[in-house]
């Protein structure tokens, strides 16, 4: 399995009200191909902001980030645009659907902008919900909205998928159910999928942990023998 993204001393300063905030200091860690990588830590430990600086909607204060080879922390804002569109894909905790479009409609949307994208129908059917396509937001439960999340960020076919503690919102079950949604995104499909949480009973689910801690990274390892999600409890 190849590399697909290198970020090598990944600094976030954030300046507020003439106070400086290292949200993030000296990240350096490696991503490859098919894997789902967890990135674990307490509340202002600097999940969303690594997050954000992977996916393209943040730069870095200092640092380097090489996806497939191309140094992305140089990008210009037009540049970023179009790796933010062709790369990658982003499930957030509170779903973020268009309330005024249908399931259905949310996930055209997405992917309109997409050579490359899979069909909508198809990706609604991979996550279970053919049958509600033609359904607002507001008439799904917090678990189908985030299917359909999921549907619209897969459907757009990217190497990198981007949740940001997508189960925050979801009760235990049907977190489970997105979790293992997507572990297949990675194991079958072979995307380079990073789920964001707090939850650590979630650091034997994927293949490589990273846990954060202030904003340093204090743990980064691979996971030998990872578990499915049936087998984890909290
Ligand atoms: N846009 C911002 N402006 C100022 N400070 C920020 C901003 N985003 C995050 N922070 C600060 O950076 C730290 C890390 O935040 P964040 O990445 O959101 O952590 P997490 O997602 O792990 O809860 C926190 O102290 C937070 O207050
Ligand atoms: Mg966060």
Not at 209 to 214: D, E, M, S, T
Request: charged content about 25%.
């Amino acid at each position: 399995m190849g590399i697909i993204m290198q970020a090598r001393n990944i600094t976030k300063v954030y300046k507020v009200g003439g106070i400086e905030v290292k949200a993030l200091y000296n990240a350096s860690f490696v991503l490859e191909e098919g894997t789902l990588t967890i990135i674990l830590g307490p509340s202002g430990a600097g999940k969303s902001t690594l997050l954000n600086v992977i996916g393209g909607m943040d730069v870095p204060t200092y640092g380097s980030l090489e996806v497939e080879g191309v140094e992305v922390s140089r990008f210009t804002e037009r540049e970023l645009a179009k790796y933010r569109r062709e790369k990658i894909g982003f499930v957030f905790q509170f779903y973020n659907l268009m309330p005024n479009l249908t399931a259905l409609e949310n996930v055209e949307l997405a992917t309109e902008l997409k050579k490359n994208a899979k069909n909508p129908r198809s990706a609604l059917a991979s996550v279970g919900l053919a049958e509600r396509e033609k359904n607002f937001p507001g008439q799904l439960s917090g678990g189908e909205q985030q299917r359909v999340a999921i549907a619209r960020a897969v459907a757009k076919n990217p190497t990198i998928l981007l949740c940001d503690e997508p189960t925050g919102a979801l009760d235990y079950e049907t977190g489970k159910e997105v979790l293992a949604l997507l572990e297949k995104e990675a194991h079958e499909e072979h995307k380079t999928v990073v789920i964001v949480t707090h939850n650590s009973a979630l650091s034997r689910f994927g293949d490589h942990l990273i846990k954060l801690k202030n904003g340093q990274i204090i743990t980064d390892r691979q996971i030998k023998n990872p578990k499915p999600i049936e087998d984890i409890d909290w």
